[in-house]
C-alpha cells in the first residue's frame, strides 16, 4: 500500500528566502507526482504535475524535482512571498490508475512579511 | 474552460440526518474522483467512476455511503445516516483519463453535530 510523507508538517520563513519542501513515497512504481497547495476553506489548486519519466518540471518561481527509484520529491519555492503562505500537499498516482491520488498530510508554509 | 463545480459549498446536520453533495465535472472529462479530507490530514480517495461505471469503491463505507454518475457527467455522493465522525470537506475532482493530472472543486464543507 502506497504512503506518502511530507516534511516538515510546518514552516515559517521571512519572506524573500528560498525554501525547500520534501515529500517521500513507499512504492515507487507511480504514474505521476502532483503538487497541490489548498488556502485555508479552499479546495486544491494543482500546481505542478511530474510524469514518472520526469526528472523535474518548472512554473514561474517554483520547481519540482522527481527521484522515483529513491520515492523522492522536492518543491522548491524561490524568492518566496507572503501570498505563498498556505498548505502544500504532494499526492502520487500509482496502482495502475484505479486508485486514485495517495496523498501526504501536507506541510503548512507561513511566509512572514 | 470552466472548472470542476460542487454544492452546496457548507452543510450542517444533526447525526444520523441524511445529505447529498453534487458535483459537475469539468466539461470531457470521464474519470471523477469522490475524496474525503478530514482536518489536519490529506484527502482520502472514496470513490472512482470512468464514465458512469464505477473503478473503484475500496475505501468507500458503503452501508451509509453511496454515490452515482448517471449518464457519465454529474454525480452525488449520498451519506445516510450521517456520523460525527463524517464531519470533514468532501473534494470531487475530474480528469481526462485514470492516470492524467487532476482538476479538483472548491469542496464541501460537511459538519454532523
Known amino acids: 500500500k502506497q504512503e506518502v510523507t511530507q516534511i516538515p508538517a510546518a514552516l515559517s520563513v521571512p519572506e524573500g528566502e528560498n525554501l525547500v519542501l520534501n515529500c517521500s513515497f513507499t512504492?515507487?512504481?507511480?504514474?505521476?507526482l502532483q503538487w497541490f497547495r489548498q488556502d485555508p476553506g479552499k479546495g486544491l489548486t494543482s500546481l505542478l504535475l511530474?510524469?514518472?519519466?520526469?526528472r523535474e518540471q518548472t512554473s514561474g518561481r517554483l520547481n519540482a524535482s522527481l527521484d522515483k527509484s529513491s520515492g523522492r520529491s522536492t518543491l522548491y519555492i524561490a524568492a518566496s512571498q507572503p501570498g505563498d503562505s498556505a498548505t502544500y500537499l504532494c499526492?502520487?498516482?500509482?496502482?495502475?490508475?484505479?486508485?486514485?491520488?495517495?496523498f501526504g498530510k501536507g506541510t503548512h508554509l507561513i511566509i512572514q512579511p | 474552460e470552466a472548472g470542476v463545480a460542487q454544492s452546496p459549498r457548507y452543510k450542517i446536520i444533526e447525526k444520523r440526518q441524511s445529505v447529498a453533495f453534487w458535483c459537475n465535472p469539468i466539461?470531457?472529462?470521464?474519470?471523477l474522483y469522490w475524496y474525503q479530507q478530514i482536518l489536519g490530514q490529506g484527502p482520502k480517495l472514496l470513490i472512482q467512476?470512468?464514465?458512469?461505471?464505477?473503478?473503484?469503491d475500496s475505501q468507500l463505507p458503503k452501508d451509509r455511503f453511496s454515490a452515482e454518475r448517471l449518464k457519465g457527467v454529474d454525480s452525488t455522493l449520498k451519506i445516510q445516516p450521517a456520523k460525527l465522525e463524517d464531519s470533514a470537506v468532501y473534494l470531487c475532482?475530474?480528469?481526462?483519463?485514470?492516470?492524467?493530472?487532476?482538476?479538483f472543486g472548491p469542496g464541501t464543507r460537511l459538519t454532523v453535530l
Open positions: 475532482a475530474s480528469s481526462p483519463g485514470r492516470v492524467n493530472e487532476q482538476f
Open positions: 512504492d515507487s512504481a507511480i504514474y505521476n
Open positions: 511530474i510524469q514518472s519519466s520526469q
Open positions: 499526492a502520487v498516482l500509482s496502482g495502475g490508475g484505479a486508485d486514485g491520488l495517495t
Open positions: 466539461s470531457g472529462h470521464a474519470t
Open positions: 467512476f470512468q464514465n458512469n461505471g464505477v473503478v473503484d
